[in-house]
């Protein structure tokens, strides 16, 4: 099975918390002020994040997903 | 459901931008969007200012997604690459050290008041509108002058990102955020 979710660039990330605002599920948080971290368990891969972060730097994949 | 009070902060970041055009003073009052994202991240460890309380970000975000002034496009790949984030830092600290300079100078008597708010570092706009005699030190009030500018100068830049690329845009290169976010690292790393 395949699962859509949001990747992110940690290293061009300046956790400035836009994504964790607009997620519907919660999935983002700030990992200690340094980048935003993605819960996979909880992304939707809905893409919301993707278009609101200002550096572009999220990406939605495909993921497989063992059943 | 209720906002909390935070989401509201942008009202203070309107009304500070508002206030410099009646008394230069209230200029003075910008020193907490410096010191309280600063305190935060040296405590705590953490960007909860950016994430939560800046109301710049927020009025930016109320400007880009409510208004509809931004283009909403990706911004290029070099703005956001560290390089060009730790010069913009570097920069503004330069200039600000300049501002701090020309204030040290009218303490100094060497320079008078300058009733002007640089925009851009380039364009001294005459600003005495909003000074009133108050028998102050004059260098308080060079200061206020001083930091007004640094203020309108980058809330410029940041609706200029704002309406050119995504809303927010200001974030990827605001002084304050790489700074925070670089004390986080090394509070991290420690």
Known sequence: MAKRVAKLQKDLCVACGTCVKVCPKNAISIYKGKYAQVDESKCIGCSLCAKECPASIITIKTKEVVA | ?190
């Not at chain 2, 509809?68 to 690459?81: A, D, L, Q, V, Y």
């Not at chain 2, 845009?169 to 986080?184: D, E, R």
């Open chain 2, 1 to 190: 459901m209720k906002k909390p009070w935070y989401e509201y902060m942008w009202i203070i970041s309107v009304l500070y931008l508002i206030l410099g055009f009646f008394n230069i003073l209230f200029a003075w009052l910008g020193m907490f969007c410096f010191i309280i994202p600063l305190l935060i991240s040296i405590i705590k460890g953490n960007k909860s200012y950016c994430n939560k309380y800046c109301g710049r970000g927020q009025m930016l975000t109320w400007l880009g997604k409510k208004i509809g002034i931004s283009r909403k496009k990706p911004m290029p790949r070099w703005m956001t690459k560290k390089w060009f984030r730790y010069g913009f830092l570097a920069f503004f600290m330069i200039m600000f050290a300049q501002m701090i300079f020309v204030t040290f100078l009218v303490f100094k008597d060497v320079r008078g008041l300058s009733e002007t708010v640089k925009l851009l570092w380039t364009f001294k706009i005459p600003w005495s509108f909003a000074y009133k005699v108050t028998g102050l030190p004059l260098w308080i009030s060079q200061f206020a002058f001083g930091f007004y500018s640094v203020m309108l100068t980058s809330t410029i830049l940041g609706i200029i990102t704002n309406i050119l690329f995504k809303p927010r845009s200001w974030c990827i290169y605001c002084p304050m955020g790489t700074m925070t976010q670089l004390i986080c690292e090394i509070k991290d790393k420690s």
